[in-house]
Structure formats: structure tokens, C-alpha cells
């Protein structure tokens, strides 16, 4: 309560000293607004007639006019605090983007009853100064040419070499950090917008812990997602965007009306993903769903609303062959808002696949932990693998069952405790490739399952995660539970396949040896597309040792990478040669996308440094139809 109350004090003591607004207040108040409001065009790189155009500007002169009238002052001339907090909302009002937040300070911190009109002051003069600045990107887009670097837009030119452009470009260019943005290439590389940067807002008092401000922020510095010409983001990441309006919306925020604008945007943005725009069709020249449509209503479905919806569309596409849906055509632009409401009242559960699932609460001791609660079952299970006897059984069963098989090396049961998935490979190969994990009973203090874990929806099914306490984290005891239906739950398939490379077996550098010199140089060979993504990534490796660029683009998922990429990525990759590598290890992850395509990484670890301590570093990797490859090099 103290520090609440200094906040709502601090700022305003010196004019609770006074009873009477007086001449020099005023004089001194319109002082201010004026100071401001010459400075801003030079700071905002912009022509005092530019500036006097801007709506926000126009209204900021019309709320000092109306304050500052006779009847205002009459009214306000006793209360010198009311007075002072209408003139710092004007000023508010006046300042630019980055002069509004450094207004906040320790020594005039926000109220925290004033955080939604600052926030809705601020971002409506941010939205009305990044559409000037983009139409000037656009206007110089000839000139911006020049800032190429391998063929692509490069930002970091741009705000490196402002001199080169013409004035007003220039201008704008150095005056960005005042609109509070930065320049971005859109996805098809070839004109610039901005990016709305709200880092150094976020970390100011009352930003900092308050209950929804900085997911506000956050959620508005992302926007806008789409215009005319499609979306402005990756519609792979459109899924999550939606699910992180979707969170905000279902929360419960008070009186607060920031969010408003969320749920429009809610409803656009999904209407875009699932329908598409006349320049960004969602079917193909062949009457087909595109498949990067298909990802993103696959991974979409994750959550209740967005799955209630699309769900139905899912299975009629896929029964079609992706060319027909009557759930889809009868899908209207309010049905989305409607589920998320039935949501908020707690009716949709009920409604879809494993909706009602409900999880208990459960705490299990390792201490002395000896199976003997599950052995019963397991023998069961064991006789059969029928896996109707694992209906209604407790998630914590099924996982110390999937357990006690590694430790008696019961490779047929663990194959049928894993639930099916691309990945899972046949049980004879998986019995052969098998490597035993760690054992839990030495390895984990507890486990603990709540009913308040979270549950990650992929179409029909829901996975969880039990917490584990151990005192040496191996990722290998982390393991995630699936149910699709009954209350069936098996443990999710995840490849792990680790190599030692210092020892006495071999065996694995000489197949990447033989692999790599099968490829190797101008070779018009390519691996087998079954080979293993360890060996992958072992011939990769190798032909970085050797800068070996044409072998390194056979082994990558993305076909046109120039070779000025891979020539930047060994510049900036400096690893050690692949015969002094101690371990590389491949791992896939969890598709929470139901993207169905395979992902993973490769880590390796050498030793490095005065101690020869293990360093380790990773490549992400992805399945294609030539088999693993190493991916996302541009990220490096």
C-alpha cells in the first residue's frame, strides 16, 4: 500500500502546496507544450508542415485549447493537481513516441490508474507515425536498392549509410528511434517497412510486473499482421499469434479496455489464416488447400476455440483430398468470437475430442519407489499389448510402466507403451536401434502431476508433461504423455541417437568418412534418404572442415541458398575439426504444430579453452523428402 500510494502522490506534492492556479502556472504550463511542440519536427525528421498535418498534433492543440479556455481554468482554478494531471495528459498528447517514454522516471513515475491512457496515447500516435514513415520507405523504394547486400535488403546498411539518400529519407531514417521503430524487409525481400519497438517502454515503472501492460505491449508491437497484399509475418507464425490473443482475451483483466482492439483483431486475423485475400488465395491453381494453409489450421487447432471451428474443416479436407469442406463453407466471420465466448463460460469443453479431460493430483516419492504398484498391469499389458487395458489408468502409470521396461530392457513393451507418430519406426528396427535411458529410480527424486497441468492440444489429442525433480537435469527423463482417446495415455515417440567419438568404437567416423567421400566436392551423388540423421550431420560437419561448399548444399533442406550464405556462415562458424568432436548427439523435437514435418538438432561437444572443458553448439535439422537435412542456416 505504500508504494502505491507514493506512486499516486509522486509528481503532484509541489502543487498540493498551492490552493490557486495562477498566471504564472499557466504562463509556465503552455511554456512546456510549446517547447515540445517546436522540437518535435526536427526530432521526427519531418517538415513543420508534415507535422502540423498529423492528427495526433490537430487533437493535442484542440485538448490545450479546451483546458486552457476560460470556463476550463474557472472550473480548475481551486484544484491545482486536477489542473496539473490534465496538462501532463497534454503534454503526453504533444510528445513523440520515445519522449513519452522518457518522461517515465523514478522521480515521475506513472500512476498506475494512468497506465491505460498513456498506453492508448501512446499507440495511437505510434500507428499514425509508422504509416508516414512507410509510405516514405515506399516512396524511396528505388533508392533503397542500394542497401543490398547478397541480393538482399539489408537494415543494418540502411541505418548505417543514411547520408547516401535523399533528404527526406535521410531524415526519416535517422529519426526512427523517435517513432519508437525500426526498418524490416517484408517477407519477399523486397521492399522495407517498420517494426514497432517497445523494449525500452517495457522496462519502465509501471510496465514492469504490472498485470497486463507489457502482454498489451507485446501483442501491439507485433501488428499489424496483415495488409492488401496477405500477411506481414510468416503464416507459420500466425498459429501462435492467434493462440496469444486468444490467452489475453480469456483473461480476466477488470474495467481495463486496452484489449478491445485484441478481439477485432482476434477475429481478422483468424477470418485471413482460414479464408485468405483475393492477393493471397488460400487454394491452389488445382482447387487444393496449399499446404502451408493446411500447417497453419493444423497447428491453429491447438487450442479449444480455434479447434472447435476447424476440427470438422480438418477431417472433410483430408477425406476430400484438401478440395472441399462444408463446415468450411459455412464458416461466418462472428463464428470465432462466438467460440471464444463459449469458452469464457465454460461450455465448449464438452464439445470437442478429450475437451472435459480432467487430470487429479498425484505426488510420488522415488525414495524406495519398486514398481510394485504398476507390475500387476504391466504383466498384463505384457501378455497382450492390448492397449484397452491402459483406459482410465492414471498418466503416472503408464510413465513409471514405460520405466520399469528400460530398466529390465523390455524393448517390445516400451515400443507398444509409445504412441504412434511419423517418427516411430518399425519395432524390429526400434529393438535394434534402441539406447536405454537413464534409470529413474536413481536418477529423480518425484514426480508430480496436478490437475492444473497444462494440457498442449494437437487436433484431437492432449499431451502433458510430468514434473520431474532431479539433481542433474538429463533431458532423456523428460518425457511427454499423449492421449487421443479413452484416457488411454502412451508416451510420446522422440528419436534420440547420441555417438561417443573419442573411444574405441569407430564404427560411426568411418560411415561418415565413407558417406562424405561419396558426396564429396563436385560429386553428383546424394546419401541415401534413409540415412540416419546423426550420419547427416556427421557429413555435414565434415564438409565444413574441409569448406567444402557443394557437399554442405547437398546436405541442406533449403535448395537456393546462394553461395555467399554459406560462405558467411563458415566465416562466421568457427568449429573445430570434425575428428576432435567427443559426442554429437541427434534429437528431435515435439510437433506441437502438428506441422508434420520432422524437426530436430544436431549438438556436438569438443573440448575448448586453458582447461579443456566441453563446449557444446547445435544445428537444427528437418526431414525432406531426400531425407534429413541440416536447416535454418540463415538463422547463424
Given at each position: 500500500?505504500?508504494?502505491d500510494q507514493?506512486?499516486?502522490?509522486a509528481?503532484?506534492?509541489?502543487?498540493?502546496q498551492?490552493?490557486?492556479?495562477?498566471?504564472d502556472?499557466?504562463?509556465?504550463?503552455?511554456?512546456?507544450?510549446?517547447?515540445?511542440?517546436?522540437?518535435?519536427?526536427?526530432?521526427?525528421?519531418?517538415?513543420?508542415?508534415?507535422?502540423?498535418?498529423?492528427?495526433?498534433?490537430?487533437?493535442?492543440?484542440?485538448?490545450?485549447e479546451?483546458?486552457?479556455?476560460?470556463?476550463?481554468?474557472?472550473?480548475?482554478?481551486?484544484?491545482?493537481?486536477?489542473?496539473?494531471?490534465?496538462i501532463?495528459?497534454?503534454?503526453?498528447?504533444?510528445?513523440?513516441?520515445?519522449?513519452?517514454?522518457?518522461?517515465?522516471?523514478?522521480?515521475?513515475?506513472?500512476?498506475?490508474?494512468?497506465?491505460?491512457?498513456?498506453l492508448?496515447n501512446?499507440?495511437?500516435?505510434?500507428?499514425?507515425?509508422?504509416?508516414?514513415?512507410?509510405?516514405?520507405?515506399?516512396?524511396?523504394?528505388?533508392?533503397?536498392?542500394?542497401?543490398?547486400?547478397?541480393?538482399?535488403?539489408?537494415?543494418?546498411?540502411?541505418?548505417?549509410?543514411?547520408?547516401?539518400?535523399?533528404?527526406?529519407?535521410?531524415?526519416?531514417?535517422?529519426?526512427?528511434?523517435?517513432?519508437?521503430?525500426?526498418?524490416?524487409?517484408?517477407?519477399?525481400?523486397?521492399?522495407?517497412?517498420?517494426?514497432?519497438?517497445?523494449?525500452?517502454?517495457?522496462?519502465?515503472?509501471?510496465?514492469?510486473?504490472?498485470?497486463?501492460?507489457?502482454?498489451?505491449?507485446?501483442?501491439?508491437?507485433?501488428?499489424?499482421?496483415?495488409?492488401?497484399?496477405?500477411?506481414?509475418?510468416p503464416?507459420?507464425?500466425?498459429?501462435?499469434?492467434?493462440?496469444?490473443?486468444?490467452?489475453?482475451?480469456?483473461?480476466?483483466?477488470?474495467?481495463?479496455?486496452?484489449?478491445?482492439?485484441?478481439e477485432v483483431a482476434?477475429?481478422?486475423?483468424?477470418?485471413q489464416?482460414?479464408?485468405?485475400?483475393?492477393?493471397?488465395?488460400?487454394f491452389?491453381?488445382?482447387?487444393?488447400?496449399?499446404?502451408?494453409?493446411?500447417?497453419?489450421?493444423?497447428?491453429?487447432?491447438?487450442?479449444?476455440?480455434?479447434?472447435?471451428?476447424?476440427?470438422?474443416?480438418?477431417?472433410?479436407?483430408?477425406?476430400?483430398?484438401?478440395?472441399?469442406?462444408?463446415?468450411?463453407?459455412?464458416?461466418?466471420?462472428?463464428?470465432?468470437?462466438?467460440?471464444?465466448?463459449?469458452?469464457?463460460?465454460?461450455?465448449?469443453?464438452?464439445?470437442?475430442?478429450?475437451?472435459?479431460?480432467?487430470?487429479?493430483?498425484?505426488?510420488?516419492?522415488?525414495?524406495?519407489?519398486?514398481?510394485?504398484?504398476?507390475?500387476?498391469?504391466y504383466?498384463?499389458?505384457?501378455?497382450?499389448?492390448?492397449?484397452?487395458?491402459?483406459?482410465?489408468?492414471?498418466?503416472?502409470d503408464?510413465?513409471?510402466?514405460?520405466?520399469?521396461?528400460?530398466?529390465?530392457?523390455?524393448?517390445?513393451?516400451?515400443?507398444h507403451?509409445?504412441?504412434d507418430?511419423?517418427?516411430?519406426?518399425?519395432?524390429?528396427?526400434?529393438?535394434?536401434?534402441?539406447?536405454?535411458?537413464?534409470?529413474?529410480?536413481?536418477n529423480?527424486?518425484?514426480v508430480e502431476?496436478?490437475?492444473?497441468?497444462?494440457?498442449?492440444?494437437?487436433?484431437?489429442?492432449?499431451?502433458?508433461?510430468?514434473?520431474?525433480?532431479?539433481?542433474?537435469?538429463?533431458?532423456?527423463?523428460?518425457?511427454?504423455?499423449?492421449?487421443?482417446?479413452?484416457?488411454?495415455?502412451?508416451?510420446d515417440?522422440?528419436?534420440?541417437?547420441?555417438y561417443?567419438?573419442?573411444?574405441?568404437?569407430?564404427?560411426?567416423?568411418?560411415?561418415?568418412?565413407?558417406l562424405?567421400?561419396?558426396?564429396?566436392?563436385?560429386?553428383?551423388?546424394?546419401?541415401p534418404?534413409?540415412?540416419?540423421?546423426?550420419?547427416?550431420?556427421?557429413?555435414?560437419?565434415?564438409?565444413?572442415?574441409s569448406?567444402?561448399?557443394p557437399?554442405?548444399?547437398?546436405?541442406?533442406?533449403?535448395?537456393?541458398?546462394?553461395?555467399?550464405?554459406?560462405?558467411?556462415?563458415?566465416?562466421l562458424?568457427?568449429?573445430?575439426?570434425?575428428?576432435?568432436?567427443?559426442?554429437?548427439?541427434?534429437?528431435?523435437?515435439?510437433?506441437?504444430?502438428?506441422?508434420?514435418?520432422?524437426t530436430?538438432?544436431?549438438?556436438?561437444q569438443?573440448?575448448a579453452?586453458?582447461?579443456?572443458?566441453?563446449?557444446e553448439?547445435?544445428?537444427?535439422?528437418?526431414?525432406t523428402?531426400?531425407?534429413?537435412?541440416m536447416?535454418?542456416?540463415?538463422?547463424?
Amino acid at each position: 500500500m505504500m508504494d502505491d500510494q507514493q506512486t499516486k502522490t509522486a509528481g503532484t506534492t509541489e502543487w498540493q502546496q498551492v490552493e490557486i492556479v495562477t498566471e504564472d502556472m499557466i504562463a509556465d504550463w503552455k511554456r512546456q507544450y510549446e517547447s515540445v511542440k517546436a522540437s518535435s519536427p526536427k526530432r521526427l525528421g519531418m517538415s513543420p508542415e508534415q507535422y502540423g498535418k498529423l492528427d495526433y498534433v490537430k487533437q493535442a492543440d484542440a485538448e490545450m485549447e479546451r483546458v486552457f479556455s476560460d470556463r476550463a481554468v474557472n472550473s480548475l482554478e481551486g484544484d491545482p493537481e486536477a489542473m496539473q494531471l490534465a496538462i501532463e495528459q497534454i503534454l503526453w498528447q504533444i510528445e513523440t513516441p520515445r519522449g513519452m517514454a522518457l518522461s517515465l522516471s523514478a522521480s515521475h513515475p506513472l500512476p498506475s490508474e494512468e497506465v491505460d491512457e498513456f498506453l492508448r496515447n501512446y499507440t495511437a500516435k505510434a500507428i499514425e507515425l509508422q504509416h508516414f514513415a512507410d509510405n516514405i520507405l515506399l516512396k524511396y523504394q528505388e533508392e533503397l536498392e542500394t542497401t543490398a547486400v547478397m541480393g538482399e535488403l539489408s537494415p543494418e546498411k540502411l541505418r548505417a549509410q543514411p547520408d547516401v539518400f535523399p533528404e527526406e529519407l535521410r531524415l526519416l531514417v535517422e529519426a526512427l528511434p523517435e517513432y519508437a521503430l525500426f526498418p524490416f524487409v517484408d517477407m519477399e525481400g523486397k521492399h522495407f517497412r517498420t517494426v514497432r519497438d517497445v523494449n525500452y517502454l517495457q522496462q519502465q515503472q509501471p510496465f514492469i510486473g504490472h498485470p497486463y501492460a507489457g502482454q498489451y505491449l507485446q501483442m501491439w508491437s507485433e501488428e499489424p499482421y496483415f495488409d492488401d497484399n496477405g500477411f506481414l509475418v510468416p503464416l507459420e507464425n500466425v498459429p501462435q499469434k492467434l493462440i496469444f490473443m486468444e490467452m489475453a482475451l480469456l483473461d480476466e483483466w477488470g474495467e481495463t479496455s486496452l484489449f478491445d482492439g485484441t478481439e477485432v483483431a482476434y477475429q481478422q486475423v483468424f477470418w485471413q489464416m482460414t479464408k485468405g485475400s483475393d492477393n493471397s488465395p488460400v487454394f491452389d491453381d488445382q482447387g487444393k488447400v496449399k499446404n502451408e494453409y493446411r500447417a497453419a489450421w493444423n497447428n491453429a487447432a491447438s487450442s479449444n476455440p480455434m479447434a472447435f471451428l476447424l476440427l470438422p474443416i480438418l477431417d472433410e479436407m483430408e477425406a476430400s483430398g484438401w478440395t472441399a469442406s462444408a463446415h468450411y463453407d459455412e464458416l461466418q466471420f462472428h463464428d470465432i468470437l462466438d467460440a471464444l465466448e463459449m469458452e469464457k463460460t465454460g461450455s465448449l469443453a464438452g464439445r470437442l475430442p478429450n475437451g472435459d479431460l480432467e487430470l487429479e493430483d498425484e505426488f510420488v516419492d522415488l525414495r524406495d519407489f519398486d514398481y510394485s504398484r504398476i507390475k500387476p498391469l504391466y504383466e498384463s499389458f505384457r501378455a497382450s499389448y492390448d492397449l484397452q487395458l491402459l483406459a482410465d489408468v492414471p498418466p503416472l502409470d503408464v510413465l513409471f510402466m514405460y520405466h520399469y521396461a528400460n530398466e529390465i530392457n523390455d524393448r517390445d513393451t516400451l515400443w507398444h507403451l509409445l504412441a504412434d507418430s511419423p517418427l516411430k519406426p518399425p519395432l524390429a528396427a526400434f529393438k535394434e536401434q534402441w539406447q536405454n535411458i537413464p534409470k529413474l529410480t536413481e536418477n529423480v527424486a518425484w514426480v508430480e502431476l496436478s490437475k492444473d497441468t497444462y494440457k498442449q492440444r494437437v487436433k484431437e489429442k492432449i499431451f502433458i508433461y510430468p514434473h520431474i525433480q532431479a539433481e542433474q537435469y538429463d533431458e532423456r527423463l523428460e518425457l511427454m504423455l499423449v492421449t487421443e482417446k479413452d484416457q488411454i495415455w502412451q508416451v510420446d515417440y522422440q528419436q534420440y541417437d547420441s555417438y561417443k567419438l573419442q573411444g574405441q568404437d569407430q564404427q560411426f567416423k568411418r560411415t561418415v568418412d565413407s558417406l562424405y567421400g561419396m558426396i564429396s566436392g563436385d560429386s553428383g551423388k546424394q546419401l541415401p534418404s534413409d540415412t540416419d540423421p546423426g550420419e547427416v550431420a556427421g557429413v555435414f560437419f565434415k564438409a565444413i572442415e574441409s569448406e567444402d561448399i557443394p557437399a554442405m548444399r547437398k546436405l541442406v533442406a533449403e535448395k537456393d541458398l546462394p553461395d555467399e550464405r554459406f560462405e558467411a556462415f563458415l566465416e562466421l562458424r568457427s568449429f573445430r575439426p570434425f575428428s576432435e568432436f567427443h559426442q554429437l548427439t541427434f534429437k528431435t523435437f515435439f510437433d506441437g504444430t502438428h506441422s508434420g514435418i520432422p524437426t530436430g538438432r544436431a549438438e556436438i561437444q569438443y573440448e575448448a579453452g586453458a582447461q579443456d572443458n566441453l563446449y557444446e553448439e547445435f544445428l537444427f535439422m528437418k526431414k525432406t523428402a531426400d531425407g534429413w537435412r541440416m536447416s535454418e542456416l540463415n538463422s547463424y
